[in-house]
């Protein structure tokens, strides 16, 4: 009844329980309403709060990576030349570093031995020379399965490559490559020597060269000095070592009826021996420049 | 002394009637567009000599004129010859070529290789076995010699029309013969080039080509010759996959990652050089028949069936190469086809295992 009255005086004069009950209903769900909304409004602004702060994190990362970048622009600009007003950007920075290690790669072939990886293995290049002078290349390419195998080559045929690799390639790659190169350049020294001596002093020999593919048999008429009294040697160098460019035997032989002269004998002993020192085209010059004291010799 | 000069003068012109016969016939092969040059590679008629004759007339005549030259240079036999070597030179793939290949004995010493060694050896074999042979020799570049052989018997005169011809690379184990028609005469050949060149034995190689170069390069191992270096300017992966680039992209490939595999495959046992030129492969087949339906008259049958396959085309390696590209056959092909270059074959005998 105390309940019916007080409830009374909230505006709209009501009575009984159920319409009690119904005001008590209104005022839970106004209050549980009004404790909702700053709720709600809360989650909006935290979440908006997060946001901000994550904005912010970004916005800092970013102002130091630009910074960052700023710096090292700086410091490559620096190594440059006060002179040069252009600005490198890192792609080109990194673009002429890239040209300066391919450079370094393609100058290895000047060692003799270089190579470069394949997807199945390794393409080796054996560069040859002789006395400063660059000769041909030669190209192995290997396959690295267990046991090593070659994929294919430029190495001439009658350089006895199965030979070499039946030896060396299944046990130690590295004897098999230095030795397939030694071969290779005692060849490439030996053909150089005869194709200087056909080129450059054709006029010192009286017929043809007489060669073969190793250039381990030479055989050749000559002459001390193109024109002139003197009369032509027959040479006749075996080079039974493939791994040398200097001759093993050597055979000199007067190619006329009549018996040599005494100086004819030592010269033609002298020949002999420079056959055997010196390399083929070095006697000829030899021969060249000693032109005058020869003469000199036969009209005393 | 008169009557002796006569006589000489009779013999000359005996000699010279069937030279004289044999230049005619070589020069008359020789085709107009060529004739200049392979008669400055001859180099026996003189340059002035050559300007003597007018090579616009009819090629009978033409022929006459240079065959009368001939004779007064007081030509040979020997020249003849030589003359014939250089046309075969020039047309080397109207002959088939067989490759032959020698071995030594095992710790041989060092091949010291002396060509005139050689072919005085190889002239003195022939010669001994056979009285009645003609063995005439050219040098070649890469130190290697081309030898014409002209058969007789012991009662006939070599027959200058049916030559054989032998290239040999010094210091090298293979031969290169063109098919002699007297097969009679190939155990002797044989055996005058092992014994001349210091081999011990020597073995014909199943691989025969029209295209000596070709078989040059199988079997030194000369047709793949790209290698991968620091020094190369085009860069491997740049190679188009044979799918247009530029087509619409509204259209795709169903098969594409098939078409790639095909085309991976493919270069990989092919490789991207020019194939050495074949013109077929054969294989004999002597295999008992497979089949997966039981029964059958031939399923019972014990002996092996026999049949010959043979590959041909212009240049059969391109052809196999572009068999998988082309959607024809699968790849990878079956490496019976595969394996010619690299095993140096294009002959096949195939049995049960």
């Known amino acids: 009844m105390e309940l019916a009255n007080t409830l009374s005086q909230d505006g709209e004069s009501r009575r009984g329980v159920l319409a009690h009950l119904e005001r008590l209903e209104t005022q839970v769900s106004r209050c549980r309403k009004k404790l909702e909304e700053p709720q709600s409004a809360q989650a909006v602004e935290s979440a908006l709060g997060t946001r901000i702060h994550e904005l912010r994190r970004l916005r800092d990362k970013l102002r130091a990576e630009v910074k960052q970048h700023q710096a090292r622009v700086k410091a490559s600009t620096t190594n440059v030349e006060p002179d040069q007003t252009l600005e490198i950007t890192e792609q080109e920075f990194l673009k002429r570093k890239r040209e300066n290690v391919k450079a370094i790669l393609q100058a290895y072939r000047f060692t003799g031995i270089s190579g470069k990886l394949t997807s199945r293995g390794v393409c080796v290049c054996i560069g040859t020379a ?60 030996r053909k150089y020597q005869a194709d200087r001596l056909q080129s450059d002093f054709a006029a010192f020999l009286a017929g043809p060269l007489q060669r073969n593919s190793l250039c381990n048999l030479l055989s050749f008429t000559y002459k001390a000095e193109p024109e002139g009294q003197s009369f032509p040697f027959c040479a006749r160098l075996l080079y039974k070592d493939l791994t040398t460019t200097l001759p093993t035997d050597v055979t000199v032989t007067y190619q006329g009826t009549d018996a040599l002269s005494t100086t004819r004998e030592e010269q033609r002993a002298a020949h002999e021996n420079l056959f055997f020192t010196k390399p083929l085209h070095q006697v000829f010059t030899s021969f060249a420049s000693k032109g005058d004291k020869l003469d000199m010799s036969l009209v005393s | 002394m008169r009557r002796e000069l006569a006589g000489d003068v009779g013999r000359a012109k005996e000699m010279d009637e069937t030279v004289s016969e044999f230049f005619r016939r070589t020069i008359l092969k020789i085709p107009m567009t060529e004739m200049m040059t392979i008669l400055k590679t001859w180099n026996f008629l003189s340059e002035n000599q050559l300007q003597t004759v007018n090579f616009r007339q009819r090629k009978e005549s033409l022929v006459q004129d240079l065959v009368l030259l001939c004779e007064e240079n007081r030509a040979s036999l020997k020249d003849a010859a030589l003359l014939d070597i250089i046309y075969t030179q020039f047309h080397r793939h109207q002959k088939v070529w067989d490759v032959f290949q020698m071995s030594k004995g095992p710790g041989e010493d060092i091949d010291l290789f002396d060509m005139e060694q050689f072919k005085s050896s190889f002239k003195k074999i022939l ?37 054989a011809y032998v290239v040999y690379y010094s210091q090298t184990p293979y031969a290169f013969t063109s098919s002699s028609q007297l097969k009679s005469n190939l155990p002797l050949l044989g055996q005058a080039l092992t014994i001349a060149s210091k081999h011990h034995q ?49 259209i795709i490939h169903e098969n594409k990652i098939e078409k790639e595999r095909v085309q991976r495959v493919t270069q990989e046992i092919f490789g991207d ?32 069936l026999r049949c010959l396959v043979k590959f041909s085309s212009p240049h059969l390696l391109e052809a196999l190469k572009s068999l998988a590209p082309a959607g024809i056959a699968d790849a990878p092909l079956s490496p019976l086809l595969t394996c010619i270059p690299n095993k140096g074959m294009n002959y096949f005998k195939i049995r049960d295992k």
Request: aromatic fraction near 12%.
């Open chain 1, 130 to 189: 002789f006395e400063g002078n660059l000769l041909d290349s030669y190209f192995v390419d290997l396959v690295m399965q267990k046991p090593p195998q070659i994929h294919h080559h430029s190495i001439p045929v009658f350089i006895p490559l199965e030979e070499i690799s039946a030896k060396y390639l299944q046990t130690n790659i590295q004897h098999f490559l230095f030795t397939l190169c030694e071969y290779l350049n005692a060849y490439s020294g």
């Open chain 2, 127 to 163: 010669k001994r076995a056979l009285k009645n042979v003609t063995v005439s020799f050219r040098d070649a570049e890469e130190n290697a010699v081309w030898i014409r052989i002209a058969w007789g018997t012991q009662y006939r005169k070599p027959n200058q029309y049916k030559p």
């Open chain 2, 202 to 250: 020597i073995v014909k190689m199943d691989l025969r080509s029209r295209y000596l170069d070709s078989l040059k390069a199988i079997v030194f191992k000369q047709y793949n010759q790209t290698f991968e270096t620091h020094n190369s300017t085009t860069p491997l992966q740049e190679r188009s996959l044979g799918l247009d680039i530029n087509m619409d992209s509204r």
């Open chain 2, 273 to 304: 050089y020019p194939q050495p030129r074949l013109e077929f492969a054969q294989y004999k087949l002597e295999t008992k028949f497979k089949s997966d339906l039981n029964g059958g008259i031939l399923a019972e049958r014990e002996e092996p």
